[in-house]
């Protein structure tokens, strides 16, 4: 058995040091249900092998076992150092630690709590630096709103065209001196040779033959932005497999983003919001395409939990939420599947993966498109590095992971990487690129869209 965690914080001091930052509001754990499941943890260490930051550091605080015990002081009242902090900051809530606890200990729910504490802030932990909460507030100024982001697109173009993206990207000096913004010009999506669709989609796409189910459609935020063919593609998937597709335009942002980063009153925002929105649509089910975005509207009951208004809503309508392959999977197929001789490798994004379980749906999909032979990531659980905005505020870090993803994904020898999810997408594209070994990356709905369309496996490629 590995070793028992050591402590990582000083003594409780009774008094914290003054932060300059707004004092708590009360006790971090007014219920004690967070030392509950804190206390769920027995140490077996089992957790340890899946977590991404142990694989590269073998530092007992940087992995699940360490945070959990963190965390626990922080609950006792310690209050946590500077170092504590970035044991907890460098997590990536991908959630692999998770299907290995036998324990069934919610890390999710303690991580959660942990990064709502680093973004309230509470006085037991010192306050982000001027610059970290300078990047974060212009992460989350910008990538909730589609129309901000799409404002991006043209200067960012013009900077892919000229090769300026690559020329400060690459630059010593500016990784250096902020590496943030040289992540964020590498892992920025290029345009694609692939057809992108003309205009928005329609806000109802009638089903195709035998109407089978009425389902409302997420378009997320960089998904209908950076990746609207994505977007296309699954309304067409959908309609082919006989479903009514209700597109709503006025949706906002689902939260997920803002949650995975502790976030939870912006968070909670928008989840009212979209609620809102699917509830006038009147779906049977609300099919999202983006596995992030979908193991948050998962969580909306536990999001809005103590809101009496909202509770009950959000719990219905987390029922309906299902992940594009979830759905097609249990709809079975009604479209006629034609062939794509290609070699596909499936990565597992976490948030589909881990945070909702779904691993089979989206293999038995690909393999059931004749032609398609499917091969596996050798370490197919580890995560990309993406990991919401991680790969922005955590990039070095994020560029370790996605080189080692990079090396284990051109092993299988692929003509294509499917992922479900735009975050993995960008983030794998960009480490394959950086790794001298480019690849095509898509969506699954873009596979299944060339088969029943009778595309050649070349518009994916
Ligand atoms: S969420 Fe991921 S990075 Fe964080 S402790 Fe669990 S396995 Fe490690
Ligand atoms: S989180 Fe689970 S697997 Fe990890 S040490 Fe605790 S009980 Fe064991």
């Known amino acids: ?90 997590c990536l809530g991908c959630l692999a630690c998770m299907p290995a606890c036998p324990s069934g200990v919610r890390y999710d729910r303690l991580i959660g709590a942990a990064r709502s504490w680093a973004a309230e802030p509470v006085a037991a932990l010192p306050p982000r630096s001027r610059r970290e909460r300078a990047l974060r ?36 000096r500016l990784t250096r001196l902020a590496p943030e913004i040289s992540a964020a010009l590498r892992v920025a999506p290029r345009p694609s040779g692939r057809r992108a669709p003309r205009g928005r989609l329609p806000e109802r796409v009638a089903a195709r033959g035998e109407r089978r189910a009425v389902v409302g459609m997420l378009t997320g935020c960089v998904q209908q932005v950076f990746f609207p063919d994505v977007n296309a593609a699954t309304a067409r998937v959908l309609a082919a497999e006989g479903c009514e597709v209700v597109i709503p335009r006025d949706q906002g942002c ?94 597992d994004a976490c948030h589909l993966a881990h945070a909702q379980r779904i691993t089979s749906q989206p293999r038995d999909l690909l393999a059931g498109i004749p032609g398609i032979a499917l091969t596996e990531i050798g370490d197919a659980g580890t995560c990309c590095g993406s990991a919401g905005i991680y790969n922005l505020v955590q990039p070095e870090t994020a560029a370790e992971l996605g080189a080692r993803k990079a090396v284990a994904v051109s092993a299988t020898g692929a003509d294509l990487v499917v992922s479900g999810n735009p975050g993995c997408a960008l983030q794998i594209s960009s480490a394959l690129g950086a790794a001298g070994t480019p690849k095509p990356v898509a969506h699954l709905a873009q596979v299944l869209d060339a088969s029943i369309l009778g595309r050649p496996a070349s518009v994916l490629l």
């Open 1 to 90: 058995m590995a070793a028992q965690p050591e402590s990582a914080l000083p003594e409780p001091t009774g008094q914290p040091e003054p932060t300059g930052q707004p004092e708590p509001t009360g006790p971090l754990d007014p219920g004690g249900e967070l030392r509950r499941l804190a206390g769920d943890c027995v140490h077996c260490g089992f957790c340890l092998p899946s977590c991404p930051t142990y694989q590269l550091w073998g530092e007992e605080m940087d992995s699940p076992r360490g945070r959990i015990h963190l965390i626990g002081q922080l609950l006792d009242g310690a209050v946590a150092s500077a170092d504590a902090v970035a044991h907890l900051d460098r």
């Open 137 to 172: 507030s212009a992460i989350f100024a910008t990538f909730p709103y589609p129309s901000r982001l799409r404002a991006l697109i043209g200067p960012l173009r013009v900077a892919q065209r000229t090769g300026l993206d690559t020329a400060i990207g690459g630059s010593a």
């Open 254 to 347: 689902c939260g997920a983003l803002s949650a995975h980063d502790g976030r939870m009153a912006e968070a909670a925002r928008f989840a009212r919001q979209i609620i809102a929105t699917f509830e006038r649509a009147g779906v049977d089910a609300i099919v999202v395409n983006s596995a992030g975005c979908g193991s948050g509207m998962k969580e909306y009951a536990e999001l809005l939990a103590d809101d009496p208004a909202w509770a009950g809503r959000a719990e219905a309508l987390a029922g309906k939420v299902a992940d594009f392959s979830e759905f097609l999977a249990g709809l079975g197929p009604a479209a006629t599947r034609h062939p794509l001789p290609i070699t596909v490798a499936y990565h």
